[in-house]
């Protein structure tokens, strides 16, 4: 398992105090390498750290430890917001985002991640939990035109973002 620590997505106005960095995985010898094509990562908002694993079995196991998977609270009372997938109906390398809580409808974005650099342009497909809709968008920073709401499980993003979004909102 290796650690990644990003900037974290908080709440929009939590966002405007923050002036983060986004160093890469550090390794057992210290040296940053990104998550591999085929790496499932589990990206935690409120920290910002990321834990990616070689196959979706050990970061299933992962999610099991924080609590139950994909909508359940965890230890940390965080809970699985979305997953979001690098090749079409839910397949290849996985992104699952934990926030601390269920988006709320409230016209806003509830929760902004910029997608670390290696899951920029990977996304085709997603997976909304905890009552979010997932937003993509073309640049960091919730920047550009952006494609959504995803509010169900979609296989497949369309053409719009397809392998183009950079950050993501959750709303």
């Known amino acids: 398992m290796r650690h990644r620590t ?17 160093p890469g995985i550090a390794a057992a010898d210290g040296a940053a390498r990104p998550a591999g094509p085929d790496q499932h990562c589990n990206f935690d908002v409120r920290s910002g750290e990321q834990h ?5 079995d050990e970061a299933e196991a992962d999610a099991r ?7 359940g609270a965890t230890a940390q009372g965080d809970i699985i917001q979305a997953t979001l997938f690098d ?15 269920m988006c709320e409808k409230n016209d806003k974005v509830d929760y902004q991640i910029d997608l670390p650099d290696d899951w920029k342009n990977r996304v085709s497909s997603v ?5 979010c809709w997932i937003w993509l968008y073309p640049e960091p920073g919730l920047g550009g035109d952006r494609d959504g709401p995803f509010k169900e499980n979609t296989g497949a993003v369309g053409g719009a973002l397809n392998d183009r979004a950079q950050s993501v909102g959750l709303s």
């Open 87 to 101: 090749e079409e109906n839910f397949a290849g390398a996985s992104f699952t985002v934990y926030g601390t809580g």
């Open 52 to 56: 990616c694993f070689g196959s979706l």
């Open 6 to 22: 990003l900037r974290a997505g908080l709440p929009i106005a939590a966002m405007s105090l923050l002036a983060a960095t986004v």
């Open 65 to 71: 430890v924080r609590g139950s998977a994909h909508g």
């Open 127 to 131: 997976q909304p939990w905890a009552d």
